[in-house]
């Protein structure tokens, strides 16, 4: 966890996927240098023949470089 999502943030990513069986979104993570990255991640919930969810199933795509040039964007704009 990189420390910028609080608590609500993780309560309603994973409300949404005991609802929905899905959620995406971007989430800034961590590396294990410490390095602070965007992410665009999509995590889908695997039911099993018992219509029970088994396990969680993510990917996700850095995208660290589009969300500094977005933050530039806005800067530069007001």
């Known amino acids: 966890q990189s420390g910028r999502h609080d608590r609500h943030f993780y ?3 994973w409300a949404s996927l005991s ?3 899905y959620w995406h979104g971007v989430i800034w993570n ?3 240098n410490g390095n602070i990255y965007a992410e665009w991640l999509s995590i889908a919930a695997v039911i099993g023949p018992d219509r029970e969810i088994s396990h ?3 990917t996700f795509s850095e995208i660290t470089d589009n969300q500094e040039a977005e933050a530039e964007i806005h800067r530069l704009a007001y």
């Open 56 to 58: 969680f199933v993510g």
């Open 11 to 13: 309560q309603r990513m």
């Open 30 to 32: 961590k590396r294990k």
């Open 19 to 21: 609802a929905k069986s």
